[in-house]
Structures are given as structure tokens and as C-alpha cells.
């Protein structure tokens, strides 16, 4: 594994904030993509008093070759998980929750009654409270994109993760034409703010990254990540190119040039980093 450079590098925060975050997951039975995916901004975001919940198991039914989470045969349902996950929004009085998944092919909807569960669920403390979810492509079924839409999330997130000449290397099971599908059909059927993202440091030229952005803009997408690949271990794809600071500048000019008003890229941005100030920006702009 390459070593990383001094600017992809975070300390690690112990304070008695992260501590009670920690204690009110553990004691709630969740898991978090922040462990799962060893997210880098997990110090920060716990010091914050927010964490990226990760429902419906913690091992997936998929094997994205960049991916931390475990594939394996999921465990049924927790049907009191979206209980617990409200519980805990309150018990950490957040007023943006951002929700993500493993992928769970093997369910009949992909899971998506398990996602409106979660969300009517925090409604019920409050209508005012901000629920964004990250979502896998559900195969592209649009039975399941509806019972998504009825749930009427804030932020609909679904990431393209990759170029599309490198889809079928990074996400084997996954569709570049399929991901774009989803994210159009919710932005043509519902007034949800779309979001999309994807790293970088895989192989991608920049004409790579510029067909990307082109393409999730002619879906109309609100808001777009991009961040630097991060090896998880040495079973995982192998880093081709750590992008400089300097680059990412060229990458937020790129997108600002395409036409996005709301945008987060920088090195070390993830799909829910600061996601509630991504969210309050859109929809300034809509």
C-alpha cells in the first residue's frame, strides 16, 4: 500500500463527545457506515456529535472491489432498527440525519420499506428534522424507487462511485447506465433534492471526470462529492494517483464551469461530510 500523503491524514479525536456518541450506538444496537467504511472524517464527525447510521446489516450482498463492508449471506432484518435509529437522532438531537445501507439484493424492494420505516420513524419527533439517505441502485426497480419517494426523504443520495470505463472493474455488480437511470427517475417524480458522488484516484482521467459530472448534471443532480481514494487494505483496489490540493481546485472550477451551484470536493470528502450545509445550500439555490 502506498504511503499516504501528510494531507490525507486526520488525527484521532477522543474527547467525551465521541465517547457518548460511541456508548448511544453501541447501546442502540446500530452500525455505522463511519466504521464500516473506516471513513477518515469519523473523529471529526463523532467530536460533532453526528455519525452516518448504516442499516440493514453490516455485511453486503455485493462485492464492490473498493469497499470495506464484508460481503456475505445478511442476516433478516432488525424490524426495530428504524425504532432505534430514531432514538438515537434524539438522544443525539440531530436535525440532519444522513442514512445509508449495505446493498441487499436479497430482498424482495432491495430493502427500500426498510429505508421509509427509518424515516417515518424520525418524523414522528419531528417533521422538522432533515432525513437524507445514501442508497444502493435497487436494480434500477422502479417499484422500489416509488416507495422511496412516498417517504419523501429531503436529500435522495445515490453514488455513481466511478468513470464509467472503470464501472465493471470498481463495481462489478453494478450499472453505470442503471445509477444515472435511478437518480433521474427520482428527480422526475418528486421535488427531492438528488445528490450524487464519486472518487477519484482509480485510473480516471480528468475528460473521465468531466463526462461524469456532465452526465449526473444531465440528470440534474443538485449536489455533488468527489473525493480521493483511500486503499482499505491491500485485498482492494490498488490507489493509481493521489490527487493534489491543487487539482481539487481544478475539479471544483470543472464542476463550477459544468454548472453546479452545490458541490463538495476537496481530499478527504466523503458522501455525508457536512452533508447538512450541502443540504441547506441547495435548497437556497433550487
Known amino acids: 500500500m502506498q504511503r499516504l500523503p501528510e494531507y490525507l491524514k486526520r488525527p484521532i479525536i477522543d474527547t467525551e463527545k465521541t465517547k457518548t456518541v460511541r456508548h448511544i450506538l453501541k447501546n442502540k444496537c446500530l452500525n455505522t457506515v463511519c466504521e464500516g467504511a473506516r471513513c477518515p472524517n469519523k473523529s471529526e464527525c463523532y ?3 453526528t455519525a452516518t447510521f448504516l442499516i440493514m446489516g453490516n455485511v453486503c450482498t455485493r462485492n464492490c472491489r473498493y469497499c470495506n463492508i464484508s460481503s456475505a449471506k445478511p442476516e433478516p432484518l432488525d424490524e426495530n432498527e428504524p425504532k432505534h435509529i430514531a432514538e438515537a437522532v434524539k438522544e443525539l438531537g440531530l436535525n440532519h440525519v ?10 424482495p424492494n432491495g430493502g427500500a420499506e426498510h429505508f421509509a420505516n427509518c424515516i417515518w420513524e424520525i418524523k414522528k419527533i419531528s417533521k422538522d428534522i432533515k432525513v437524507e439517505i445514501l442508497t ?4 434500477g426497480k422502479k417499484e422500489s424507487l416509488d416507495v422511496i419517494i412516498k417517504a419523501n426523504p429531503e436529500v435522495f443520495n445515490h453514488n455513481i462511485e466511478t468513470v464509467e470505463s472503470l464501472f465493471k472493474t470498481a463495481r462489478p455488480q453494478g450499472n453505470y447506465k442503471c445509477s444515472l ?4 427517475y427520482v428527480k422526475d417524480n418528486s421535488n427531492i433534492i438528488t445528490k450524487s458522488g464519486l472518487m477519484v484516484g482509480l485510473g480516471e482521467g480528468v475528460s473521465d471526470i468531466e463526462k461524469t459530472l456532465i452526465d449526473l448534471k444531465n440528470v440534474d443532480v443538485d449536489i455533488i462529492t468527489i473525493g480521493q481514494y483511500i486503499q482499505p487494505s491491500k ?17 471544483r472550477c470543472l464542476a463550477k464551469k459544468i454548472g453546479f451551484k452545490n458541490y463538495q470536493i476537496d481530499p478527504l470528502v466523503r458522501s455525508s461530510y457536512k452533508a447538512s450545509n450541502c443540504f441547506i445550500n441547495a435548497s437556497l439555490t433550487k
Not at 235 to 251: C, D, G, I, N, R
Request: overall charge negative; charged content about 35%.
Open 47 to 49: 467530536s460533532r456529535n
Open 98 to 107: 444522513v442514512i445509508t445501507s449495505v446493498t441487499r439484493d436479497d430482498l
Open 136 to 139: 444502493p441502485d435497487f436494480r
Open 181 to 184: 437511470e435511478v437518480l433521474k
Open 235 to 251: 485485498q482492494h483496489l490498488e490507489v493509481s494517483k493521489y490527487y493534489t490540493p491543487e487539482e481539487f481546485e481544478e475539479l
